[in-house]
């Protein structure tokens, strides 16, 4: 009699090399883990415990599909799920129930990676047929990105967000709806297929909560990431609005964005590489949005001879998309107000007034505060904008913890520097002076606005006589 399965897990998809081995000497043998194929593994849940130990009545193969079902105990689920639903609410568990949940923990790891790698030891034709429909499918994919020879557009000027609820969207500022979340590691952390799993589970953020961290990082280019989701934002509403798709695959063409920024006409190598590790820079950094997280930046090719790079941005495209959904007009009943043209009308999400060309300043946290002010003074419309420094400070983590971590003195040498060139990019980085009729900016060089640690709520203002009327 066939045992009853009480319910399944979602598809996980496991990487298995399909590689010979290779004789190390000795005993010693190392599977290379390329080529390989990706396994598609259920979980079965079962009424009675199985035994795994001795047997393999455990796991079994769908011929037809190549699935791997694998039988765990519905009752054990439960408990699993009962047991960190527990810590994740920050309840103290016990030594047995720790051992208990490290236990499941450990099952839940294994079992699946151990059926995977048995089903394709023993059923090897199976998944040699889905090796070369994988490959080819790869390869189609491929041809079709340089058939398009299509580029992003490099916009002029950074968006910055100006909704209030994802307005730290780029920022390592945890307020609001969405925002930046640094990881200790990506252990155990796979992407597939517009997925994030966590250890062979979708991932959310209480199961990766263990593998968050409050430390800042200092070397994150955070104004790199501005021009990411510019970038993104551009190639967004262009394809939304021209035919309702989205683009999940970014194609840089170098020396275009080079230009745009403002770094030298002669493009070398170690230019493009330097690039290509901002974006790999992000690899422990992931987003989360409305509870959702998703990976910030990835890094997914480039053709060499033609000057293109590829990335996507799974975290940044959720932004946009939104963004543009909580923008559209609605009326008392929720429904969308739409032009004469058939598209919705839309609230203010954000603005274009920062260069593009800042991403190249060197001064980091300076730009930062540029970010922060520029937002503060399009969200105060016909109002005059202020805000104080300390509230800046709060905003703009890196420089907060930088800060926290130097002498008195070095404090003061750091705001000097952090906030004179603040005011000089105000002024040269940015549209204000441009849209803002009589828009008063602080002087660089007037010491009156740079704060020291004794004048930390001092409030700097920028009045001015509302936008200039459009000719």
Not at 84 to 95: A, H, S, V
Not at 324 to 351: C, H, W
Not at 412 to 417: D, Q
Not at 458 to 466: D, K, M, R
Request: charged residues 25%; proline residues 5%.
């Amino acid at each position: 009699m066939e045992e009853k399965i009480l319910g399944t897990s979602g598809v996980m998809l496991i990487s298995v090399p399909i590689g010979e081995p290779i004789d190390l000497g000795g005993e010693l043998t190392e599977i290379p883990q390329e080529p390989s194929v990706k396994v598609k593994v259920v979980l079965d849940f079962t009424e009675e415990q199985p035994a795994y130990i001795g047997n393999k009545q455990w796991w079994r193969v769908d011929m037809q599909t190549g699935i791997v079902h694998v039988k765990f105990h519905e009752t054990s689920r439960r408990r699993y799920i009962q047991l960190m639903d527990r810590k994740m609410n920050q309840e103290e568990l016990n030594k047995e129930e720790q051992s208990e949940l490290e236990t499941y923990q450990a099952l839940l790891n294994v079992l699946p990676k151990t059926a995977a790698e048995s089903a394709v030891h023993e059923s090897a034709e199976i998944y040699q047929t889905l090796i070369e429909k994988q490959n080819e499918k790869e390869k189609k994919k491929y041809r079709t990105l340089k058939k398009a020879g299509e580029v992003a557009k490099i916009p002029t000027q950074l968006a910055t967000i100006t909704n209030p609820s994802y307005q730290n969207s780029t920022s390592l500022y945890k307020k609001g709806n969405a925002y930046l979340q640094p990881l200790v590691s990506t252990a155990d952390l796979k992407y597939e297929n517009n997925v994030l799993y966590f250890k062979g589970f979708p991932a959310t953020v209480a199961t990766l909560k263990d593998s968050f961290t409050k430390q800042v990082p200092q070397n994150l280019d955070l104004s790199f990431l501005q021009l990411c989701f510019s970038i993104i934002l551009t190639n967004f509403n262009a394809t939304m609005m021209e035919d309702n798709t989205v683009n999940q695959v970014i194609s840089i063409y170098y020396p275009k964005l080079a230009q745009v920024i403002g770094k030298s006409q002669n493009i070398s190598r170690t230019d493009v590489e330097a690039f290509i590790s901002k974006i790999s820079s992000y690899q422990t950094i992931m987003g989360i949005i409305d509870r959702e997280i998703q990976p910030v930046l990835l890094y997914v090719g480039e053709e060499k001879d033609k000057n293109i790079i590829y990335m996507s941005s799974p975290y940044l495209v959720k932004v946009a998309r939104t963004l543009f959904k909580v923008s559209i007009r609605r009326n008392k009943k929720g429904e969308p107000l739409l032009k004469k043209d058939g598209t919705p009308q839309m609230l203010p999400a954000y603005s274009y007034l920062i260069n593009s060309s800042i991403a190249k300043e060197r001064n980091k946290k300076a730009v930062e505060n540029v970010c922060i002010i520029v937002a503060v003074i399009e969200q105060a419309g016909n109002n005059t904008p202020h805000i104080k420094a300390s509230t800046i400070i709060k905003r703009n983590p890196q420089l907060k913890e930088s800060l926290e971590n130097a002498t008195t003195s070095n404090q003061n040498l750091i705001l000097r520097r952090t906030f004179k060139k603040t005011w000089e990019l105000l002024k040269k980085q940015t549209k204000l002076e441009q849209i803002y009729e009589d828009i008063q900016l602080p002087d660089p060089q007037n010491p009156k606005f740079i704060p020291t640690t004794t004048t930390l709520d001092i409030t700097f203002s920028f009045p001015h006589n509302g936008k200039k009327k459009q000719r």
